[in-house]
């Protein structure tokens, strides 16, 4: 595979079936919730899709994390929807000349209105009713299918079960919108969409992503060039070995070691770049992984157990009962920091444990 530098950043790797499956989902008018950890590709899989079907589609998308309330959310969603028909930062420009906005765009008054209408609605319960709905409504005045992906979804419950509970009541009336949830929280998205007792139960398919397959990471390493430059054999194997197939970290290690090769002058990847490229990696991430470790240390034995999931020989856990440990390996696993095979979901933190032990 040749590439360029730039061509990198937004690659997919493998992930054929996912595709497949969530396009075919889209299709079929089917809700879909993405669960994966931080930095599997949950959001780069979604944006690839949505890039691919956005002359069939209104694209509507919502970052829920830049949300710090409800209002807030509802004016990120009501952006995000004139967005979808090429109108940037229209909350800005409605607040400060809604005349100048409609002087400046070939559209129509009553476009403008739906939106403006919103903005000037006082009662927070009124305006999530009626933003909740507006995508709908905007996607049947355009006479088009919509897709809404909300991206880390499950940070929804800090506005409590009630405004999810909304949620769900006007989603399950819309015809003409296919919405699309993505989450890094194993835990709460697990609660969200597979708790019979919440809202959203059985209202999406699920998918879980895991790590590359192995097949994949070889057929992408296979005769890889960047801008002329090729990986040694050593490198590949090093890269590979590193990244344990994690999608984030393949890339990573790819693109350090290429600039490792450049700033060396060489012009092949070796083993010496990819060191210096887990250096650079784990330098760059240090104060990450001191914060990840501080949190998985600060309750009894929840440090030690992961240590030991780590592969690092900890004797016994005097005191620590067998009930205790299991909690602890279940908090782990809803925390996203290992997965249901019980490993380490983020193979340089695993490292930095390792290096730091």
Same mark, same amino acid.
């Given at each position: 595979m040749r590439l360029n530098a730039g061509g990198l950043s937004t690659l997919i790797i493998g992930r054929n079936i996912e595709k497949t499956t969530l396009k075919t989902y889209i299709e079929l008018?089917?809700?879909?919730?993405?669960?994966?950890?931080?930095?599997?590709?949950?959001? #780069?899989?979604?944006? +690839?899709?949505?890039? /691919?079907? &956005?002359?069939?589609?209104?694209?509507?998308?919502?970052?829920?994390?830049?949300?710090a309330s409800i209002r807030e959310f509802c004016y990120l969603l009501i952006d995000a929807v004139y967005h979808s028909i090429g109108i940037v930062?229209?909350?800005?420009?409605?607040?400060?000349?809604?005349m100048d906005m409609l002087s400046r765009l070939n559209i129509e008054a009553s476009e403008i209105k739906l939106g403006f209408d919103l903005l000037r609605e006082a009662d927070d319960n009124e305006l999530v009713k009626k933003?909740?709905?507006? #995508?709908?409504?905007? +996607?049947?005045?355009? /006479?088009? &299918?919509?897709?809404?992906?909300?991206?880390e979804f499950g940070d929804l419950i800090k506005f409590g079960d009630d405004f999810i509970k909304k949620m769900r009541s006007y989603f399950q009336k819309h015809k003409q919108v296919v919405y699309i949830f993505a989450g890094s929280q194993h835990s709460v998205m697990n609660g969200i969409f597979l708790n019979k007792e919440n809202a959203?139960?059985?209202?999406?398919?699920?998918?879980?992503?895991?790590?590359?397959?192995?097949?994949?990471?070889?057929?992408?390493?296979?005769?890889?060039?960047?801008?002329?430059?090729a990986l040694l054999d050593e490198a590949k194997n090093s890269i590979a070995t590193i990244s344990k197939n994690h999608p984030f970290y393949l890339i990573k290690l790819v693109q350090e070691a290429y600039i490792a090769a450049l700033l060396s002058q060489k012009n092949i990847i070796d083993l010496v770049c990819v060191e210096s490229a887990i250096k650079k990696i784990m330098a760059d991430n240090w104060a990450f992984f001191e914060s990840e470790w501080r949190k998985l240390n600060s309750k009894k034995y929840k440090g030690l157990l992961f240590k030991e999931l780590c592969g690092i020989d900890i004797g016994d856990l005097n005191g620590a009962s067998s009930?205790?440990?299991?909690?602890?390996?279940?908090?782990?696993?809803?925390?996203?920091?290992?997965?249901?095979?019980?490993?380490?979901t983020d193979p340089f933190l695993e490292l930095w444990v390792v290096t730091q032990s």
């Open positions: 008018g089917q809700h879909t919730a993405i669960i994966a950890p931080r930095r599997y590709g949950k959001t #780069t899989l979604i944006d +690839a899709l949505l890039e /691919d079907v &956005k002359k069939e589609y209104l694209i509507i998308k919502v970052d829920v994390f830049s949300a930062g229209f909350i800005k420009d409605a607040k400060d000349n809604v933003t909740l709905t507006f #995508t709908e409504e905007f +996607a049947q005045k355009h /006479d088009k &299918k919509a897709i809404v992906f909300f991206d959203f139960f059985n209202f999406a398919s699920l998918m879980e992503l895991d790590v590359l397959k192995g097949e994949e990471v070889s057929e992408f390493l296979k005769d890889l060039e960047i801008n002329g430059v009930s205790y440990k299991s909690q602890i390996i279940k908090e782990l696993m809803n925390e996203s920091i290992i997965n249901k095979e019980k490993k380490v």
